[in-house]
């Protein structure tokens, strides 16, 4: 029971969060000084992956809570399968978005390392990531994810990589796409390098929906 105590702080802790920087974000609050990299207000915010991911890692946070809330009260025997299958794809998605930008848009930043770690970014980026894997690995131990579920952690990715290869070749003028429309880079070193870095992203998704769904059992 102390475990499911703790998740429940935890996923609570995660729902405040995922709210609070959507909120700035979208209406464009700086409380680390004002930083444009990978932000946008308004509705248009959702077509990062990083907020997508963010977004469904707080719904399902908030489902998780009551569940736990209604196991701790005796309400219910479990938490139902399909949850803890959801939660393991959606804390994937965060943990994808926290290394493709420590790895990948961090380093190749020309305004520093740390400039996409600021304001909603920091949350997006950093903290709900690491919170998230924290939960799911240490507090919400369950033997209901069988091996079988670990690919589904991929689906959200190539959903999303397929919606940002179409996204990309909609918009390319004089062979080139413009920058605008490739927002995370991918296709930076011509518009037919999407087609190594996506199936990059597919197998790195696969491996940290495995390693999450190892370290879970463990």
Same mark, same amino acid.
């Given at each position: ?17 995922v709210? #609070? /920087?959507?909120?700035?974000?979208? !209406?464009?609050? *700086?409380?680390?000084?004002?930083? $444009? @990299?990978?932000?946008? +207000? ?5 077509k ?38 959801l ?26 390392? #740390? /400039?996409?770690?600021?304001?909603? !970014?920091?949350? *997006?980026?950093?903290?709900?990531? $690491? @919170?998230?894997?924290? +939960?799911?690995?240490?507090?919400e ?32 003028v ?21 087609f ?23």
């Amino acid at each position: 029971m102390l475990k499911i105590k703790i998740s429940l702080c935890l996923n609570i802790i995660i729902v405040i969060f995922v709210a #609070f /920087a959507t909120i700035c974000m979208m !209406n464009g609050i *700086y409380f680390m000084g004002q930083e $444009l @990299l990978l932000t946008e +207000t308004g509705p248009g915010l959702f077509k990062y992956f990083t907020v997508q991911s963010n977004v469904l890692m707080g719904i399902i946070a908030l489902v998780f809570a009551l569940a736990q809330s209604l196991v701790l009260t005796k309400k219910i025997k479990e938490i139902h399968k399909d949850f803890y299958v959801l939660k393991m794809v959606f804390t994937v998605g965060v943990v994808l978005t926290f290394l493709t930008t420590a790895l990948f848009l961090a380093p190749t930043s020309t305004h520093g390392y #740390f /400039a996409l770690f600021k304001n909603a !970014n920091l949350f *997006y980026h950093f903290l709900i990531p $690491l @919170l998230s894997a924290i +939960t799911f690995v240490f507090f919400e131990k369950t033997d209901q994810i069988k091996f079988k579920y670990v690919c589904m952690g991929v689906l959200p990715m190539l959903l999303y990589g397929i919606y940002y290869t179409i996204n990309i070749f909609s918009h390319i003028v004089d062979g080139k796409v413009l920058p605008e429309y490739d927002w995370y880079g991918f296709a930076a070193g011509g518009m037919y390098s999407i087609f190594i870095s996506f199936p990059i992203m597919l197998i790195a998704t696969y491996l940290i929906s495995f390693t999450l769904w190892k370290f879970n059992k463990i």
